[in-house]
């Protein structure tokens, strides 16, 4: 089988929503520089993302919208209308100068992914991960929905089952709009109770096809582990899927500002680890993550658990070079960052106990099982 391969691209590296929202901190070109600074991303396992023409975003967004995202783009300007009907220029959803190119490249990058993998292999494609993304407008930061994307794609290239498993902190709404009821699609969902969109409650099976698991706040790595264990890998492996599709969202991590969680980026990589050969095909996303030094060290430990590579326990120059040179403007994070966040890719492991009602939400889940048309 061919190495994994890595879909990037460099108009991530200057785009911003403005100064102060939340997605103003330089995530992929982090985890570009962190891969490369360490001999991890060679050429030949590098992917540049093309944009998405009008055309293929039509396959599941409206014309409509898709034609005003490219107007508002040339413009620099979304009416009332825009705002009203497509959510365009709101606070969360900004017009800012990319606002087409920059989510059309990511959405790019998802729909070549699933020609990629017609034939097998692992794809990384950490533009990606937009799943807020709804047909007729954007909704939580997301423009387009790019995992929607990559599984039509998918399927375009032969694929029929899929298990998309979500781990951001965030229910994965556009996500289940998009395959709802679909008996060929497993989705799981793990996320922060009560956090916006409010979406994903424990007996919402989104007509079938879906496994939402919310967690209460403070979420740590054992009890990560359990649901891994517990939840996520045996019904995996039960649906037997042609396809896996990991949405590995960043902001499930302690440091976090957005969340409210308490994992290392150590459970992150552990399911990375477990879903690998548990299908042909694997398509690892990005997703939420709001710290730029949380999230360019776990997405780039993604890309070594994915390659088989060792973590050092202390990054060489190089890289310590591309982390000492973030930042973080406008959070209290950001003015004395701890050493550690320059120096090392893996978080100290938080472990702590199983509390019962994680216990009790799984075992809900296991007891109601979906028949995922088997």
Avoid at 1 to 16: D, K, V
Avoid at 63 to 82: F, G, N, P, W
Avoid at 217 to 228: K, P
Avoid at 343 to 361: C, S
């Amino acid at each position: 089988m061919t190495q994994p391969r890595f879909i990037g691209a460099e108009i991530f590296r200057h785009s911003s929503y403005g100064r102060w929202h939340p997605l103003r901190v330089p995530r992929v070109s982090t985890v570009m520089d962190l891969s490369r600074a360490l001999g991890w991303l060679p050429p030949a396992q590098f992917i540049t993302a093309p944009r998405a023409k009008p055309k293929a975003l039509i396959g599941w967004h409206t014309a409509d919208y898709i034609a005003a995202l490219q107007r508002v783009e040339a413009s620099q300007h979304a009416t009332a209308k825009d705002t009203a009907r497509h959510d365009l220029g709101s606070v969360t959803n900004p017009v800012y100068p990319e606002i087409f190119r920059r989510p059309a490249t990511a959405a790019g990058g998802s729909l070549l992914a699933g020609e990629l993998l017609r034939e097998g292999g692992v794809i990384y494609n950490p533009p990606g991960g937009t799943h807020h993304g709804m047909p007729d407008r954007a909704n939580g930061f997301c423009y387009l929905n790019d995992p929607v994307l990559a599984m039509l794609s998918l399927r375009r290239n032969g694929v029929r089952r899929i298990a998309y498993v979500d781990i951001d902190a965030h229910h994965c709404d556009g996500v289940a709009v998009g395959f709802h009821g679909d008996p060929d699609c497993l989705m799981i969902s793990t996320h922060e109770e009560r956090l916006w969109p409010r979406t994903g409650l424990l007996e919402d099976d989104a007509g079938g096809s879906a496994l939402n698991l919310p967690v209460p706040r403070g979420l740590n790595d054992s009890e990560m582990a359990f649901i891994r264990e517990a939840l996520i890998v045996p019904q995996v492996a039960a649906f037997r899927p042609d396809a896996i599709v990991l949405l590995c969202g960043a902001d499930g991590v302690e440091e976090d500002p957005l969340a409210h969680l308490s994992l290392s980026n150590n459970a992150h990589w552990a399911v990375v680890g477990a879903l690998m050969g548990m299908a042909p095909r694997l398509l690892v996303l990005g997703g939420g993550g709001y710290n730029p030094w949380s999230v360019g060290r776990l997405w780039t430990g993604v890309w070594a658990t994915l390659n088989g590579y060792r973590v050092p326990e202390r990054l060489p120059p190089e890289a310590e070079a591309v982390l000492r040179g973030l930042r973080f403007e406008g959070n209290r994070r950001g003015k004395n960052p701890p050493e550690h966040w320059f120096t090392t890719l893996r978080d100290v492991p938080r472990p702590g106990a199983v509390r019962d009602e994680i216990k009790d939400r799984v075992a809900f889940l296991v007891k109601n099982p979906r028949t995922f048309g088997r």
